[in-house]
């Protein structure tokens, strides 16, 4: 079985995370031909990897209402915020699905995971939202059950922000008692929640 995987109601973002500030410091450990705003930008569709500019490790500071929830998993824009506890509970079963990038959160270790696995979508069963004749975005996505039963984590090449993964990761996340994440179950293999 597949689920959707979302932020718990009400969380707030752990980090201060803003893009341009990273692809500010990502710019002096990229070649000149590469532009880090385009490149972070494009990152979730064609899968760039960060591990090798990543400053080890890149700071941040808590926003306030993250620090006062202390989550042990957010996602935040196609990244996902772990706590030390969830990364080395999670790292394991994840190693193969992403890129985990250590991060300094005033003093406290934390990590950013990168997901870098792509689902499989039947393009016949998937509907396009339209606004105004023009394609937006998908009213549903359908995943191929074959490809994706097997995959603990993915994301959809048609909805880059949006995140699944399998049994096996609910039960991990569950089974260590970590916080800030729901799974919704997505029994015949197509997402239909709000883009």
Not at 1 to 6: G, N, S
Request: with cysteine; aromatic share 14%; net charge negative.
């Amino acid at each position: 079985m597949m689920y959707a995987v979302r932020n718990i109601t009400n969380s707030y973002d752990v980090i201060e995370y803003d893009f341009l500030e990273v692809a500010e410091r990502l710019k002096g450990r990229m070649g000149g031909d590469i532009h880090p705003v385009m490149y972070l930008l494009d990152m979730h569709e064609d899968n760039n990897p960060l591990s090798e500019y990543w400053p080890d490790p890149m700071e941040f500071k808590y926003t306030p209402k993250g620090k006062k929830q202390n989550n042990d998993v957010s996602i935040l824009e196609g990244l996902i915020v772990f706590s030390d506890k969830a990364h080395d509970a999670l790292q394991p079963l994840l190693s193969e699905y992403g890129e985990f990038l250590k991060i300094d959160v005033e003093g406290d270790r934390k990590y950013l995971f990168n997901p870098q696995v792509f689902g499989k979508e039947d393009p016949t069963l998937s509907i396009k939202g339209y606004f105004n004749n023009v394609h937006t975005d998908y009213e549903c996505i359908a995943f191929n059950k074959d490809d994706v039963d097997d995959k603990v984590f993915y994301k959809s090449k048609l909805a880059v922000s949006r995140l699944y993964c399998n049994e096996a990761f609910v039960e991990a996340f569950k089974g260590h008692q970590l916080k800030g994440l729901t799974f919704t179950p997505i029994e015949d293999y197509i997402d239909r929640s709000e883009f």
